[in-house]
């Protein structure tokens, strides 16, 4: 997880890859786009189940029984589909860049090519062995004490070397005009630190052991079973180091600047100095300028670890997670050790993806840019960007009517809060410019080398803002990315191309239908500016506590109101969601369906909703809300994600959001006996 994606607020999880399918057939997977018509897929519900009682199951229920997910899928729905339609899109593209491409590409399309075609090649993967590795290894053994070890976490930023630490260049908390350098706490080898620490995941922990165990075996690190038990013990009390994820979620905590000397005082066991400019960073750019230190006590007790770890196991936590982290560039030994701990033993996948779909991916890691050039002018009509930039200015134009109404927010904090929406800035479909790929090398055979010379040029692209005001026109998401996402900062919302298709959005579908899914998702992305994170930068994107005490206290106690539903909700017998994870993407989903909905009934002006198929209008908006979620997950992925994911499972962020709407209970006939009904003085409604 990097630290722009703690502050980027998506609509799924960055590292996740999801979607949907329509009347898909039993015991099959259909990769194909969602058909076109009028919008909503009726054969997918199951009408034996009382929409009070699951309002989920009634609009998916008939879909999740009959759709299989996937052997090379740990989850498979709406967003899966959409996302595979995209991969398979731009293999076509990168197929069609490698013909008759020269062993020395030139232009970016012949690089795109080149690339694609040099990670396809298993065979010469194979030949190689771990022999690309060597020259890091040597490194890695030549660090006999903490500095040494320092400088190749500071290389982490560029090469596959490992670092506990993780260096981003961001927007400013305090001035989110200019780039800042933040440090922060890295990742470690298990998805959180609950995996080491809660007894629950302890079988996960033993098959992790194996895993570092098989992973020093294939590069000949000696003592191999010793020090994987050595690393997984020091990695259990890094764990303990480290701030929970929920705790990353407050930007006034996580907003400590400091200067270099402050730092290096604080946390005298890493030379810093040596650390920032192994990455690459001039003295000059950190060394006047402060630095923002997201979590100070974890980084401190991290680092008196570090230095007390005996030098032999820290040579080989470090050997581990080189190979861990280049496993997926080198031979198919390495490739199927990393899946079958990382994909089938902690998501439940069962079989590796094709090489194609590895090479894809890979290429999309080093020149996604390039990529989505090429995808928008072949997949994406202007016409599209047209319709979807006018159905978010519907949106937000509904959402500035219910902050001028909003009745438990102070006229004051209200018009400030009014003054940050008209300051939105909407993005749609693809960035106003392109990135230069004139600078990477690439080279025909050399899979390897290709992706170490594709990390360092993206990192240097990263560097080349150190010390510069911000570049708007830069998006942290490709167009191919099947998601969106809100940037606190720029005060900013982007919806990628890839996303603005059915189910989504269908341009000649049922109008209600899109209000409920597109509409859903750009409300869920306007309310994060307003959640228990995003409300606290303000109209300009800078991090400080705008709101008067007493509307923050009423705002918490809604909040509080709200979490309480989902830590009630049980994913599996005795497995809860964590609210204080959540809380953020549980406030816009609340927000996205109820600005879909009062979008809706706007754009009617007056007239009344026609009935189509059978289903009124705000029926209509509630279920193209639910399709967009129709997803089924592999029992281990769903456990992974309640500990690791912002975001609710697919049932929660359907059913909870709804039972909150008095809309709802109309539109369905929903009585008190009904399993989901609450009361109406129960019922939460923030925005």
Known sequence: MTKKSILKKSLLAASATWLVVAGAQAGRAETKPYPAGWGFDTAGMNRSVKPGDDFFSFANGTYIKNIRIPDDRSSFGAFDVLAETARERVKSLLMEAGKNAPDTPITTREKLGVYYATFL???????????????????????????????????????????????????????????????????????????????????????????VEKMLGLINWPNAALEATRIVTFETELAKAEWPLQALRDPLRINNPMSLAQLQAKVPEIDWTLLLTEAGIKPEDFKSEKLVVLEPAAIRNMAAHIAGLDNATRQAWMAFHLADNAAPCLSHQFVQASFDFNAHELEGQPKLSARWKQSVNATSAAMGWAIGQQYVKRYFPPSAKASIT??????????????????????????????????????????????DYTALDVKKGDIFGNATRAAAFNWQHELSHVGKDVDRAEWEMT???????????????????????????????????????????????????????????????????????EDVKRFNALAERFGAQYEKFEVFPGLHLNPKLTMGENIADLGGLTLALNAYHASLKGKPAPVVHGLTGDQRVFLG???????????????????????????????????????????????????????????????
């Open 121 to 211: 090649d298993e065979a010469k993967a194979n030949q190689l062995g771990n022999a690309p590795l060597k020259p890091y290894l040597t490194e890695i053994r030549n660090a006999h004490d903490v500095k040494s070890a320092v400088a190749l976490f500071g290389k982490a930023s560029h090469q596959f070397f490992y670092s506990p630490y993780e260096i981003s260049i961001m927007a400013g908390f305090d001035d989110p005009t200019k780039y800042v350098i933040s440090l922060g706490q890295g990742r470690l080898g298990m998805p959180d630190r609950d995996y080491y620490l809660k007894p629950e995941f302890a079988a996960k922990k033993k098959a992790y052991r194996a895993y």
């Open 390 to 435: 006018s159905l978010v200015g519907e949106v937000k134009e509904v959402f500035a009517e219910r902050l001028r109404h909003n009745p438990w927010m102070s006229p004051e904090t209200r018009e400030k809060a009014r003054r940050k929406l008209n300051n939105f800035r909407i993005e749609v479909g693809y960035p106003s410019k392109w990135r």
């Open 479 to 549: 167009p191919q990315t099947v998601n969106a996402y809100n940037e606190p900062t720029q005060v900013e919302i982007v919806f990628p191309a890839a996303i603005l298709q059915p189910p989504f959005f269908d341009p000649n579908g049922d109008t209600a239908i899109n209000y409920g899914a597109i509409g859903g998702v750009i409300g869920h992305e306007m309310t994060h500016s307003f959640d228990d994170e995003g409300r606290q930068f303000d109209e300009k994107g800078r991090v400080h506590q705008w709101w008067t005490p």
């Open 625 to 687: 809300w639910a399709q967009v979620w129709r997803e089924k997950l592999r029992d281990d992925v769903v456990r992974k994600r309640v500990t690791t994911d912002p975001h609710s499972p697919p049932k929660a962020r359907v059913n909870l959001p709804a039972h909150n709407l008095n809309d709802w209970y109309d539109a369905f006939d929903v009585k008190p006996k009904d399993k989901l009904y609450i009361p109406p003085e129960q019922r939460v409604v923030i925005w």
